[in-house]
C-alpha cells in the first residue's frame, strides 16, 4: 500500500492571531451581552454590547473586527446565551432587537474603514481624535439606524414612535460608551497587529 506525501501549507501567523483576536473579542462581548438594564421608555434594553463594537472596528479593523461580530453573532443563532437578558436563537435575531445585532459586523467595518483608512492596521491612538469621534458617530448611526428601522417595520410602529423607544432613550449611554472605547484605544494597551 502506498501513500501520497504531499505537503500542507500552513495558515500565516497573522491571520491566525487576528482570528484569536477577533474570536476573544466576541467572548468578552458575548460575555457582557446578558447583562442588561431594562428602561422604562424603551422595550430594547441597555447593554455594554455597543462598546464592544467600537472596539472590534477600532482595534481589529474592518476585516477582522466584522469577523468577530459575525463569530458573535453565529454563537447567539447556535443556540449560545450571548444576547441581552441571556437570550439566543434564531428568534432573537429576527425579533424585535435583531436590527441592532445585525448592525453590528457592518458598524464594525465602518468604524475600522474610517480609522484605518482602509484594511491595513494602524494605532487607533495615533490617529487623530476627531476621526475616531466620526467614526464612532457614525457606527452609531448604523447599529441605531438598522435597529429602529427594523423594529419600526417589524412592530409596525410611525417612525416617531420607533424613534423614541429604540434610539433617543440610549443617547447618554451611547456618549458614555464612546469615550469609554477613546479611553481604551488612547491607553495604549491594547494594539493592533501590524502586517
Known amino acids: 500500500m502506498e501513500t501520497e506525501g504531499s505537503s500542507v501549507e500552513l495558515v500565516d501567523g497573522d ?3 487576528q482570528f484569536a483576536r477577533a474570536a476573544v473579542l466576541a467572548a468578552l462581548l458575548g460575555a457582557v451581552a446578558p447583562v442588561a438594564i431594562p428602561l422604562p421608555l424603551s ?3 441597555l447593554t455594554l454590547q455597543v462598546l464592544f463594537v467600537f472596539l472590534a472596528g477600532l482595534v481589529l479593523g474592518p476585516v477582522w473586527g466584522s469577523v468577530s461580530m459575525l463569530l458573535y453573532l453565529t454563537a ?3 443556540g449560545i446565551p450571548v444576547f441581552a437578558g441571556w437570550e439566543a436563537g ?4 429576527f425579533g424585535p432587537t435583531g436590527g ?11 468604524i475600522g474603514s474610517v480609522v484605518h483608512r482602509g484594511t491595513d492596521l494602524r494605532d487607533p491612538a495615533a490617529v487623530p481624535l476627531p476621526i475616531v469621534v466620526t467614526a ?3 457606527g452609531t448611526i448604523v447599529i441605531y ?3 429602529t428601522a427594523y423594529a419600526a417595520w417589524l412592530l409596525e410602529l410611525e417612525a ?3 424613534i423614541t423607544g429604540f434610539a433617543l432613550p440610549f443617547i447618554p449611554g451611547e456618549l458614555l460608551k464612546m469615550a469609554a472605547a477613546i479611553a481604551i484605544v488612547q491607553s495604549g494597551r491594547i494594539k493592533p497587529i501590524q502586517s
Open 15 to 17: 491571520v491566525v492571531r
Open 43 to 45: 422595550p430594547a434594553p
Open 76 to 78: 447567539g443563532a447556535i
Open 90 to 93: 434564531l428568534g432573537t435575531l
Open 100 to 110: 441592532y445585532l445585525w448592525s453590528y459586523p457592518i458598524a464594525a467595518a465602518l
Open 136 to 138: 464612532l458617530v457614525m
Open 145 to 147: 439606524g438598522m435597529g
Open 160 to 162: 416617531w414612535e420607533a
